[in-house]
């Protein structure tokens, strides 16, 4: 990792370890991010098996491309800079059209987060932008000073599940009659000042919710990880796995429902048996989500919420 885009690693070996790692397979990271999971990934592969990673953040690859350069040059990695839900396209222009499984690991990354002028944070007073991509077009800006006020309280209500929203969208719509509201830092204010006492009073920044529904938005965060997650179940090999990381509820009740989805069959009353064609083509790997020890919380105040899920392919 360098020195200008450190992040700690979420889960690192139990993620790679469920996809149960073939040494001549083909694998994506499809969150490059610090290269983590990538570089821990590729460790695992022999000469033949080949890594594709993928990250929309410019920084994010040139981080990569130095800490898997030995990789790099031995014709194992192949860096792709686009958003994951462009996976099956992007693969196929290199002409992958199977995997042996994907690795995800959601939400923003600790880089992005850091960095004050990427509008992240609302511990830190920046311009509002909070695009992952930085050559998008929507910005936190755009959200916060252009959408109408049923607009805002939707996904205020919908990505950051804030009980008072509708207060907090008041607040910016009267605030932004008078000028434009440019900074996180102003933002934040503008959410506190919607809350009442008791509630500024409890554990947590009054203002992590509406960032949070604010950036998901900007991102299309839960849309794009639905799409890709559709085509990584159809790309699967048989045997593959797909293992992903969330970090918050939204994301792991997208994901937990997918996966029941793709594993349990809606079979009609009265029939003997199940017919080859009705049988579920995935199961998952295990159960419940597997979350990090508390070691690895204490070391990492970021993996408190992370929850892994992971499912396999079992049959064409």
Do not use: W
């Not at 000073?145 to 969208?169: C, M, P, W």
């Not at 434009?180 to 009054?206: D, M, N, R, V, Y």
């Amino acid at each position: 990792m360098t020195n200008d885009f450190h992040h700690i690693t979420v889960l690192l070996h139990e993620a790679i370890d469920k996809l149960d790692v073939k040494p001549d397979g083909i694998y994506v990271d499809a969150t490059l991010g610090g290269a983590g999971h990538s570089e821990y990934l590729l460790s695992k592969l022999g000469k033949k098996g080949h890594l594709y990673c993928f990250d929309q953040d410019q920084k994010a690859i040139e981080n990569a491309q130095k800490r898997l350069q030995p990789y790099a040059e031995a014709g194992q990695v192949t860096f792709i800079k686009d958003n994951f839900r462009n996976l099956k396209q992007r693969l196929a222009e290199e002409n992958v059209f199977e995997i042996d499984g994907i690795c995800y690991d959601l939400g923003v990354s600790s880089p992005q987060l850091d960095e004050g002028e990427r509008g992240f944070s609302y511990k830190k007073d920046a311009p509002l932008d909070m695009r992952m991509n930085q050559e998008a077009e929507l910005t936190a800006f755009d959200v916060v000073n252009t959408y109408d006020y049923h607009d805002l309280v939707r996904i205020f209500f919908k990505y950051g599940e804030d009980r008072f929203s509708k207060q907090i969208a008041r607040k910016i719509e009267k605030a932004r009659q008078e000028k434009a509201i440019t900074t996180t830092g102003e933002l934040a204010e503008i959410i506190k000042s919607a809350k009442p006492a008791k509630e500024l009073k409890k554990k947590g920044h009054p203002a992590k919710q509406i960032f949070q529904a604010i950036r998901i938005e900007v991102n299309d965060e839960l849309g794009a990880a639905e799409e890709s997650l559709y085509q990584a179940l159809d790309l699967l090999a048989v045997n593959g796995r797909i293992s992903v990381i969330t970090f918050h509820s939204l994301e792991d009740r997208l994901v937990k429902q997918l996966f029941k989805e793709a594993t349990v069959i809606d079979v009609p009353k009265g029939l003997p048996f199940i017919p080859d064609d009705l049988q579920p083509k995935f199961s998952l790997v295990s159960r419940k989500p597997i979350l990090p020890g508390q070691a690895e919380i204490e070391a990492n105040n970021r993996a408190h919420s992370a929850k892994l899920r992971v499912i396999q392919k079992i049959r064409k």
